[in-house]
C-alpha cells in the first residue's frame, strides 16, 4: 500500500515507511541516550543545574539565617509568607532568581542573587497572580543589585498578561550606602507600575509585614487592598528619628505608622491582621471573594452552601422602630453563602459597613448602615464601590440609614465632600448596582446607598422599609423651631396649639409617605419582598444581570415591523 | 400443651413502627420479608431519615424533643389510625415498655407487638418485678423495695443489706438515678442525690435499695412465651463491659457461662416466664459473681439492643418470633430444638468523645462505609444530620465465628475498616476494648472499663509515618485550593510550607515541601523525611516512605481533615493561617461558649450576677445527658445568649463574663 521509492526496495524499508505513515507528526527518537557524547552532556547539564540550585540555596539559607529573629517576633521568614500566599501543589513560575548575581559581590563564592525580591507567577486561591515578596531576611528587605530590574520586569509581566499582583511588603526601602539618582529617579517607575495595574483593572492586594516607609510607604499606599499586621506594620513617611529632627515632634513608631492606627484612622490599612498567618488568610480571602475568572453565568451554583443561620431569623432582626440600632451584618449572615462575609475596613468608619461575600456563588460587594454615613464610612464607601468595579463585582445596597452625620465636627471634616464623593462612586459604578431598602433610607443617605433616583439595576424593599428626606417627627421638630423663631423676631409669639397642629400636619404628611404601601405604590422601587426570599432573589437578580451582561444580542437599525 | 388450647388468632397485615434509627429499619426487613406493610413516624429533626425513606408510609409525629413526638402515644395511635396500620412494633427504647402505650393501642384495636400491659407494669416497676419473680423460685439480690422512703429507714435499711448498697431509682433505666454507695458515711447524700435526679429524669424519686455486687458479669436470658403458655430461652448474653451503666459490647455465649449453668439460669428463666404467664420477647437481667452465684436485676419487656447475636449463634430471627407471636401463633419452638453455633459479638457504635468523658456529639457525619462482610444495623448515610436529641447509639456491628477468637478477630478488623468520619465515635474505644487482654481471655466484668480507662483510651502506636507527618501531607495534597494531584515532576513551589494543624485537638507545626522529582519532603529545620505519594484518588492516598506503603482512607472537608489509620480516626483542624489563639483560650475572654449541640434546660443566673470560676451558669441537653456549662473565669454576667428551652449549637455564646470587675476581688 505505501508508496514504493525504489522497485527492488527490501521489505524492510517499505516496512519503515508505513511505520512513518501511521505516525506522522510523533517525532522518533534517535538519540542513544547509552552513548558516551550524551552521558557527557548529561553531567555538564546537571552539573550546571547544580551551580543555579546552589546559587538559589544560598540566597536562600542567607535570607533563613534570620530565622529565629524571625520567628521571635512570631513573624514569618519571606519565603514562608509566599509559600503560605500560594495554594499549596500549584506551579509557582518563579522569575529570575540569578538577578544581580556576582554585581552585589562579586565574588562567585559571596554572591547571594535575586535582588533582594522574590516572585513569580503562582495561584492564590485558585486565581494565577503576580507575586512578589521583599526578601526582608536579608539587609532588612531593602533592594539588591537588579532587584529595581527584577520588580519593573516583574511589574510588567503582571500588565501585559493581567495578572492581579499581590505584594508581600517588609523592606527598609534603598540602601542608602549605595544610592545614585538615577536608581531613584527610575524608582518612580515602580509607583507608576501600580497606578496602572490599578487602573487596568487588575487588583494590586498588599500585606504590610513590616516596614513600608518614606518613599516605600507608597508601595504600600498605591494598592487596592491593603492587610496590615498587628503590632508589626509600620507605613509612615518619617520616622521617629527623622520626624524629631524635621519638626521636633515626638511619637512612637506605632503611632506613626502602626496596624492599629491606619486601620482605624488613616484608613490607610483595610483589614488588621493579628499576624503573618493571619495576614497571609486575609490576602487569600480577599482573592478568593473576587469573581476573577468568570467561565458561565452559573458556574458556582451546585457548591454554594447555604447560609449557617435560618432565614426566618430575618423576621425578628429589624426593628419596627428604625430608631432603634441594628446590626445589618445578623442580617447578611442569613443570605449569603455559608454566612460567610470579608468585611472591608470594618474598624474605620465601622458605622458604614462593607465587604465581600457571595450568594449562590455570585460574587457580591455589599454595602450597609449600622449608623449614619459619616466622613470615613463614606471615605470607605467610596472606596469599596471603585475596588468593586475593578473586580466587576456587583454591589449591593442594604439601606438602614438615617443620613449623613450632621453637626460642626463632622461640617469640619468634610460631609458634604466625602459625601458627594460616594454619590459620585455610586453613579458612576460600571458594575450591576442592586437595592434593597431593609430599613429607613433618609435625605442624602438614600443617595449615596444608590436608591432609586440613582438607577439601581434593581430595586425592592422590605416591608418595614421606610423612606423619606427624613422622619416625620424631626420634619415637624425643624419647622416648629424655625417658625418660632421667625415669631420671635418678630415679637409676635405663635400660640402653643397653634404649633402643636402644624406639628401634627407636618408629621402625618411625612409618615403618610414613608412606607412601603405608600412608596412602592408610586412604582419607588420595584417591589416589596417577604425577607426570608432575600437570598432567592438576590440569587435571581445576580443571574439575570450576569446573563444580560454577557449576552450579545443582534442589535438592529430597525424595530420588527408588521406587514 | 398448644394442641389442648383453641387458637386465639389476633392477624394484621400492616405494621407501625414507633420508633427511630436502626432498630425501625431492622424491624421493617422482617416485616418486609413475611409480607407485611411498614409505617414510619418521625420527629421534625428525622424528616429525611434513613427509616422515613424505608417505610412504605410515614407520618410525622411531631417536634424533635422525644416528649413531643417518639413519645406521643396519642399522636403514635392516630398515625397508626390514618395509616391503616394494625399492629404496632415499638422497638426498644421510648414506648416500649410504657404500659399505657401498650394499652392504648389494645384499646384503638391495634395489635401491640409485645406482652401485655399488665406484663409490662409490673416488671416495670423494679420493687414488684422482684417481689414476683422471688415468688417463681429467681434468685435476687439482698434489698429493700418498702414505700417507707424516709432517711432513716432507709438508712437502716442499707445497714441492714450491708455495703456496699446500690441506689436505684425505681422507675429508672439507662443509668440514671443510679448510685453505688461504699458506706454508710456517705450514704445520705447519694441517697438525696439520686432522688433528685430519678425526679428530674422520671418525674418519681422513689429508689430502691440492693446489695451491690463487686465486679459482677451482666449476664442475660433471652425468653419468649406465647399466649398458649409456651416458653423457651434462647440462652445467654454477657453484656458485661459498660459504661456509665450503659453497655457497650455484648457477646453470646458468656465465656463465663458453663453449659450447666447455662441450663440453670435458662430454666429458672423459663419457669418465670410461665408463671407470670409472659407473652412476647424478654429479657431477664442477671448478675454474676465469681463464684458462680447470680441474682435477679430485672426484666425487660421488649426486644434488647443486643438481639442479634442471639439471632447470630442460634440461626433465628427474633422480630419474626415476635411477629407471629403477636398474631397468634403457637411459638413452633421448643427448647430442644434450640441450638447453639459459635460465638458472636456484638459492639455498639456511638457518636460520642471517649476521651472526653464519653460526651455525646452531634452533627454532620461527613462520611459513612460500614464494614464488609459482616452485619452492621445502622440507620446512616453519608452526610446524615446525627440530631442530639436521641441517643448517641449510631450503629451496631455484629460479627459471628466459629469461635470467640474468631468472631473477636472479625470484629476488629471490621471497627479497622470502618469509615465514619465527620462526628466523634467511640471507633477506637471500641476496638481498644476488644484487643484488651482482659477481654481477649474472657476475664471483662461490669468493672472493665474503669479499671482499665487509660490503656483504652491510649492512642495505639503506629508503624511507618507518623500521624503528624501524614496529617501534614494530606493537609497540603487536599487543600481546597491545590490543582488535581498528579505524579511526576512538579513546578510547586520548593520552599518549605510552615503547616500547623491540631490532631485531636493537640497541636503540631511541621513543614513541608515538593521538590521538583515530585516528591514530599516533611518535617521540620531541614530534618524532612522523604515521602512519595504512590497514588491519591477517590479519599484514598498511598504513600511510601522508608520502603514501606500504605493506604490511607481520608476526607477533606473545608479545614477540616479525617483520617482513618487502624482503627482510629484523626480529626485535623488546619490552622496554618489561623490568627494565633489570644488570651482567649480556655475562655479566656469570658464568653463561655455551649461546648455542643442541645437544648438549654436550666439558667442558671441572671445579666448582673456575680460568678465565680467553675460556677455553673447554664445546663444543655443533649442525647439524654445534661451538661452543666461553669463559668471559665470569675465575674460579672453581663450577657446572656441563651434562654431555656432554646436548641444551640456548639460554640453558640452562652454567657459573657466581665472579668475584668472580678466578684472575688
Redesign the interface.
Known amino acids: 500500500m505505501g508508496p514504493r521509492l525504489r522497485g527492488d526496495d527490501p521489505e524492510g524499508v517499505s516496512l519503515k515507511f508505513r511505520r512513518n505513515l501511521r505516525n506522522m507528526a510523533i517525532i522518533e527518537s534517535t538519540i542513544s541516550t547509552g552513548s558516551a557524547g550524551f552521558k557527557a552532556n548529561r553531567d555538564g547539564m546537571l552539573a550546571l543545574i547544580a551551580r543555579m540550585r546552589m546559587l538559589e540555596a544560598r540566597s536562600?539559607a542567607k535570607s533563613a539565617a534570620a530565622k529565629e529573629r524571625f520567628h521571635k517576633r512570631?513573624q514569618?521568614l519571606p519565603?514562608?509568607r509566599?509559600?503560605?500566599v500560594?495554594?499549596?501543589?500549584?506551579?509557582?513560575?518563579?522569575l529570575s532568581t540569578l538577578a544581580g548575581y556576582m554585581f552585589d559581590v562579586p565574588d562567585p563564592d559571596k554572591s547571594a542573587p535575586g535582588g533582594g525580591v522574590v516572585a513569580?507567577i503562582?495561584?492564590v486561591?485558585?486565581i494565577r497572580c503576580m507575586v512578589s515578596a521583599n526578601d526582608a531576611g536579608i539587609d532588612a528587605g531593602a533592594l539588591q543589585a537588579y532587584g529595581l530590574d527584577k520588580t519593573l520586569r516583574v511589574q510588567e509581566l503582571a500588565l501585559e498578561n493581567r495578572l492581579p499582583y499581590v505584594q508581600l511588603v517588609e523592606s527598609a526601602g534603598a540602601n542608602l550606602l549605595r544610592y545614585r539618582v538615577e536608581d531613584f529617579v527610575r524608582g518612580g517607575n515602580i509607583f507608576r507600575n501600580l497606578a496602572r495595574l490599578s487602573a487596568a483593572g487588575l487588583p494590586v492586594v498588599t500585606v504590610t509585614h513590616g516596614s513600608s516607609t518614606a518613599g516605600g510607604a507608597y508601595q504600600t499606599g498605591l494598592s487596592d487592598y491593603i492587610v496590615m499586621v498587628r503590632g508589626r506594620t509600620r507605613a509612615f513617611l518619617a520616622g521617629p528619628p527623622l520626624l524629631k529632627a524635621a519638626t521636633g515632634e515626638i511619637a512612637t513608631e506605632e503611632e506613626l505608622g502602626g496596624a492599629v492606627m491606619h486601620t482605624s484612622v488613616s484608613g490607610l490599612g483595610d483589614y488588621l491582621?493579628?499576624?503573618d498567618?493571619?495576614a497571609?488568610?486575609i490576602a487569600?480571602d480577599i482573592m478568593a471573594g473576587l469573581d476573577w475568572d468568570r467561565p458561565e453565568p452559573d458556574h458556582k451554583r451546585a457548591d454554594a452552601k447555604p447560609p449557617r443561620y435560618d432565614a426566618e431569623d430575618l423576621l425578628g432582626i429589624m426593628p419596627m422602630d428604625h430608631k432603634r440600632p441594628v446590626d445589618m451584618r445578623q442580617a447578611i449572615a442569613r443570605f449569603v453563602d455559608d454566612s460567610d462575609f470579608v468585611e472591608f475596613g470594618p474598624d474605620y468608619g465601622p458605622a458604614t459597613v462593607c465587604g465581600q461575600a457571595r450568594i449562590e456563588g455570585h460574587a457580591i460587594g455589599i454595602i450597609t448602615n449600622n449608623g449614619p454615613l459619616d466622613p470615613a464610612g463614606a471615605n470607605k464607601a467610596t472606596h469599596f464601590i471603585q475596588a468593586c468595579c475593578q473586580s466587576r463585582t456587583p454591589l449591593l445596597y442594604l439601606n438602614n440609614t438615617t443620613g449623613y452625620m450632621v453637626g460642626k465636627a463632622y461640617e469640619e471634616a468634610g460631609m458634604i465632600k466625602h459625601g458627594s464623593k460616594m454619590i459620585q462612586a455610586v453613579t458612576s459604578a460600571t458594575v450591576p448596582q442592586i437595592t434593597i431598602y431593609c430599613g429607613a433610607s433618609f435625605g442624602a443617605g438614600n443617595y449615596g446607598m444608590c436608591g432609586r433616583g440613582f438607577h439601581p439595576r434593581f430595586c425592592f424593599s422590605w416591608p418595614n422599609a421606610k423612606t423619606a428626606v427624613m422622619g416625620g417627627e424631626q420634619a415637624a421638630e425643624t419647622m416648629a423651631i424655625v417658625t418660632e423663631a421667625a415669631a420671635a423676631r418678630k415679637g409676635a409669639p405663635v400660640p402653643r396649639e397653634q404649633i402643636d397642629a402644624m406639628k401634627a400636619k407636618i408629621t402625618s404628611v411625612f409618615d403618610g409617605q414613608m412606607d412601603v404601601f405608600s412608596t412602592s405604590a408610586r412604582v419607588l422601587d420595584d417591589g416589596v419582598i417577604d425577607p426570608r426570599d432575600t437570598r432567592a432573589v438576590l440569587a435571581e437578580v445576580m443571574a439575570i444581570c450576569r446573563e444580560g451582561d454577557a449576552r450579545a444580542p443582534h442589535r438592529m437599525q430597525f424595530s420588527v415591523a408588521r406587514p | 400443651m398448644s394442641g389442648d388450647r383453641i387458637v386465639k388468632l389476633t392477624p394484621f397485615r400492616k405494621i407501625l413502627i414507633a420508633n427511630r434509627g436502626e432498630i425501625a429499619l431492622r424491624v421493617m426487613r422482617t416485616a418486609r420479608r413475611l409480607g407485611f406493610a411498614t409505617v414510619a413516624v418521625y420527629s421534625d429533626a428525622d424528616l429525611d431519615a434513613p427509616h422515613v425513606r424505608a417505610a412504605d408510609q410515614a407520618v410525622r409525629i411531631g417536634e424533635p424533643l422525644p416528649a413531643q413526638s417518639y413519645l406521643r402515644i396519642d399522636a403514635i395511635v392516630a398515625a397508626a389510625k390514618a395509616t391503616g396500620a394494625d399492629a404496632v412494633h415499638p422497638g426498644y427504647g421510648f414506648l416500649a415498655e410504657n404500659e399505657d402505650f401498650a394499652a392504648a393501642c389494645r384499646d384503638a384495636g391495634l395489635v401491640f407487638i409485645g406482652p401485655s400491659p399488665q406484663a409490662i407494669e409490673s416488671m416495670g416497676n423494679k420493687a414488684g418485678a422482684k417481689a414476683i419473680m422471688q415468688q417463681a423460685g429467681v434468685p435476687c439480690v439482698p434489698g429493700y423495695q418498702g414505700e417507707d422512703q424516709s432517711d432513716a429507714t432507709m438508712a437502716a435499711e442499707a445497714a441492714r443489706i450491708g455495703f456496699p448498697v446500690m441506689i436505684k431509682a425505681v422507675a429508672g433505666g439507662g443509668g440514671r438515678g443510679m448510685r453505688l454507695v461504699e458506706s454508710a458515711a456517705a450514704f445520705p447524700d447519694h441517697l438525696r442525690s439520686a432522688r433528685s435526679e430519678a425526679q428530674g429524669a422520671f418525674g418519681d424519686p422513689t429508689v430502691i435499695l440492693e446489695r451491690a455486687i463487686v465486679e459482677p458479669r451482666h449476664i442475660e436470658i433471652q425468653v419468649f412465651g406465647d399466649r398458649y403458655g409456651n416458653a423457651v430461652h434462647l440462652g445467654e448474653r454477657d453484656c458485661s463491659v459498660q459504661r456509665r451503666h450503659q453497655k457497650l459490647i455484648e457477646e453470646a455465649p458468656s465465656p463465663a457461662v458453663t453449659p450447666q449453668l447455662r441450663a440453670r439460669m435458662g430454666e429458672i428463666a423459663v419457669k418465670a416466664v410461665k408463671a407470670i404467664g409472659y407473652e412476647g420477647a424478654g429479657t431477664l437481667e442477671f448478675l454474676l459473681d465469681g463464684a458462680g452465684n447470680f441474682y435477679f436485676m430485672e426484666m425487660n419487656t421488649r426486644l434488647q439492643v443486643e438481639h442479634p447475636v442471639t439471632e447470630a449463634i442460634t440461626g433465628l430471627d427474633l422480630v419474626e418470633l415476635q411477629l407471629r407471636i403477636a398474631s397468634g401463633e403457637p411459638l413452633a419452638l421448643r427448647q430442644e430444638d434450640v441450638r447453639f453455633s459459635g460465638h458472636a459479638i456484638e459492639v455498639r457504635l456511638c457518636s460520642e468523645d471517649a476521651r472526653h468523658g464519653f460526651m455525646p456529639q452531634s452533627g454532620k457525619m461527613l462520611e459513612w462505609q460500614p464494614a464488609d462482610h459482616l452485619r452492621v444495623e445502622h440507620a446512616l448515610y453519608s452526610g446524615i444530620d446525627i440530631p442530639p436529641f436521641y441517643d448517641s447509639m449510631i450503629a451496631k456491628v455484629i460479627a459471628h465465628g466459629a469461635t470467640r477468637d474468631e468472631a473477636r478477630r472479625r470484629l476488629i478488623h471490621g471497627l479497622e475498616q470502618t469509615v465514619a468520619f465527620g462526628v466523634t465515635t467511640n471507633q477506637a474505644f471500641l476496638t481498644a476494648c476488644l484487643r484488651h487482654d482482659v477481654f481477649a481471655q474472657g476475664g471483662a466484668t461490669t468493672a472493665f472499663i474503669g479499671q482499665h480507662a487509660d490503656e483504652l483510651l491510649a492512642r495505639p502506636l503506629v508503624a511507618g509515618i507518623d500521624n503528624a507527618a501524614l496529617a501534614a501531607l494530606l493537609l497540603y495534597v487536599t487543600d481546597p485550593h491545590a490543582p488535581p494531584w498528579r505524579p511526576g515532576r512538579s513546578l510547586a513551589t520548593t520552599f518549605p510550607m510552615p503547616m500547623r494543624f491540631a490532631i485531636d485537638g493537640e497541636v503540631s507545626e511541621t513543614e513541608i515541601a515538593r521538590n521538583r522529582e515530585g516528591d514530599y519532603a516533611v518535617g521540620t529545620n531541614g530534618e524532612g523525611r522523604a515521602i512519595a505519594v504512590a497514588a491519591l484518588d477517590g479519599g484514598v492516598i498511598r504513600v511510601k516512605a522508608d520502603g514501606l506503603t500504605e493506604s490511607v482512607r481520608y476526607r477533606r472537608a473545608g479545614g477540616r481533615l479525617y483520617i482513618l489509620r487502624d482503627g482510629v480516626v484523626l480529626s485535623v483542624h488546619d490552622l496554618t493561617r489561623a490568627a494565633p489563639e489570644r488570651a482567649a483560650a480556655g475562655g479566656g475572654d469570658g464568653k463561655l461558649r455551649a461546648a455542643l449541640n442541645g437544648r438549654v434546660v436550666a439558667v442558671l443566673v441572671q445579666p448582673g450576677d456575680a460568678v465565680t470560676a467553675g460556677q455553673p451558669v447554664a445546663t444543655l441537653e443533649a442525647m439524654k445527658m445534661e451538661h452543666v456549662h461553669v463559668a471559665p473565669v470569675s465575674g460579672i454576667i453581663t450577657e446572656l445568649g441563651v434562654t431555656e428551652g432554646e436548641q444551640v449549637t456548639t460554640g453558640h455564646i452562652v454567657a459573657v463574663i466581665d472579668a475584668a470587675t472580678d466578684a472575688t476581688a
Not at chain 1, 500560594?86 to 518563579?94: C, N, Y
Open positions: 536562600r512570631h514569618l519565603r514562608e509566599v509559600a503560605l500560594l495554594d499549596p501543589g500549584a506551579p509557582f513560575l518563579e513569580g503562582g495561584f486561591s485558585g491582621a493579628e499576624d498567618r493571619d497571609l488568610r487569600r
